[in-house]
């Protein structure tokens, strides 16, 4: 497996807290992601980055915020989260942000907001 | 707008049957596709990929078919064996720096012994 961590693995939340899940990545790759899952939507793109500092928004970027003082770690954040984000979360990264490349995923954090 | 699909959601074959999952794709710019596995409680996992300057790429009892005059892709299993058992998805991607994947739906295979 690539070496890529979310934390957390799990959590609980309730309505209108704010929430930050985080990806770790020990392949020093230039891109990385988040995307969420839900049942019949797939994988969809919430936001990514392409460098340190550098970040544009994807396909369900409403509702979240997203930070990369690192090369390493990618942080997502639920500025207040709602019943509408309960979601798995995964993390991607790849070496380049375009062309002929793969993306490697993490495992996946599932987020519950009651 | 881009969008990836796949035809059918569902997929039930025998042990030591051939697998064919199939995807539609929409955007005609997109010249990277993959195929994903994924197992319950975990990530997805890399399988194959194409450019689409190929038509057919063969791996490890998988094989990726572009058509790309009918903008679909599909993935062929050959043998499916129980641990072939997840959800595949398959995913475009453009040229250009800082494109992300896209991905479509998800076929779910179900192998039964």
């Known amino acids: 497996d690539a070496g890529i961590t979310q934390s957390p693995r799990h959590k609980v939340t309730e309505t209108g807290t704010p929430v930050t899940l985080r990806c770790h990545q020990t392949e020093n790759h230039r891109y990385m992601y988040w995307y969420r899952q839900d049942p019949g939507h797939g994988l969809r793109l919430i936001h990514y980055?392409?460098?340190?500092?550098?970040?544009d928004k994807g396909e369900v970027s409403d509702g979240y915020s997203v930070s990369r003082s690192k090369t390493e770690d990618f942080l997502l954040t639920l500025e207040s989260a709602t019943s509408s984000q309960t979601s798995v979360y995964f993390c991607?990264?790849?070496?380049?942000?375009?062309?002929?490349?793969?993306?490697?995923f993490g495992q996946g954090t599932r987020l519950t907001v009651v | 707008g881009e969008s990836v699909g796949l035809h059918l959601p569902t997929l039930s074959v025998q042990e030591g049957d051939n697998s064919i999952i199939n995807c539609a794709y929409s955007?005609?710019?997109?010249?990277?596709f993959i195929w994903y596995k994924q197992e319950s409680g975990k990530g997805p996992q890399f399988i194959i990929d194409?450019?689409?300057?190929?038509d057919k790429r063969q791996g490890q009892r998988v094989t990726v078919l572009l058509n790309k005059t009918v903008k679909h892709l599909s993935l062929q299993i050959a043998a499916t064996q129980p641990g072939d058992s997840a959800v595949y998805f398959c995913?475009?991607?453009?040229?250009?720096?800082?494109?992300?994947?896209?991905f479509g739906k998800g076929t779910t295979l179900s192998v039964s012994s």
């Open positions: 995913a475009e991607r453009g040229r250009q720096a800082g494109t992300a994947l896209i």
């Open positions: 194409i450019r689409s300057n190929m």
């Open positions: 955007n005609s710019a997109s010249d990277y």
């Open positions: 991607a990264i790849s070496e380049s942000g375009g062309g002929h490349t793969e993306a490697f």
């Open positions: 980055s392409y460098g340190v500092k550098d970040t």
